[in-house]
């Protein structure tokens, strides 16, 4: 029995781990995007499709969070930190639709370091 709980906590901080790593990229991917916005026709639909996904990747992070906090008992830190997380991101993406660039692009900033901050933790 502590067995199959140590695997499913592995399995759970291996999740979190994954969904760490996946929004990191989608943030990085943003940038990209945004640096396409300026340069080609389709980079608003880019940048558009890019911010879903990794509001989805945040989303994720947060689910990732509980599974890892709540069946094994671990600390709620991860999930305090996916969550200030997930309003980060609805933070840009409002500036973003409100065309606030002076809020939008330093918060990306910050969310992207922040993102790789938390992928070098786990």
Same mark, same amino acid.
């Given at each position: 029995m502590a067995t199959q709980a140590a695997a499913n906590a592995s399995r759970s901080a291996s999740f979190l781990r994954i969904a760490i790593a996946?929004?990191?990229?989608? %943030?990085f991917l943003q940038a990209v995007s945004a640096g396409l916005l300026l340069t080609l026709?389709?980079?608003?639909?880019l940048h558009s499709v890019g911010a879903r996904v990794m509001y989805g990747a945040s989303m994720l992070y =947060?689910?990732?969070?509980?599974?890892? &906090?709540k069946p094994g008992g671990g600390s709620a830190? $991860? =999930? &305090?930190q996916a969550c200030?997380?997930?309003v980060l991101a609805s933070v840009q993406v409002v500036?973003? %639709?409100?065309?606030? $660039?002076s809020v939008h692009l330093p918060l990306g900033v910050v969310m992207f370091g922040l993102s790789v901050l938390a992928l070098a933790r786990r």
């Amino acid at each position: 029995m502590a067995t199959q709980a140590a695997a499913n906590a592995s399995r759970s901080a291996s999740f979190l781990r994954i969904a760490i790593a996946l929004q990191t990229l989608t %943030i990085f991917l943003q940038a990209v995007s945004a640096g396409l916005l300026l340069t080609l026709p389709y980079g608003a639909t880019l940048h558009s499709v890019g911010a879903r996904v990794m509001y989805g990747a945040s989303m994720l992070y =947060v689910l990732a969070a509980v599974l890892a &906090w709540k069946p094994g008992g671990g600390s709620a830190r $991860p =999930v &305090w930190q996916a969550c200030g997380f997930l309003v980060l991101a609805s933070v840009q993406v409002v500036s973003g %639709i409100a065309h606030m $660039p002076s809020v939008h692009l330093p918060l990306g900033v910050v969310m992207f370091g922040l993102s790789v901050l938390a992928l070098a933790r786990r």
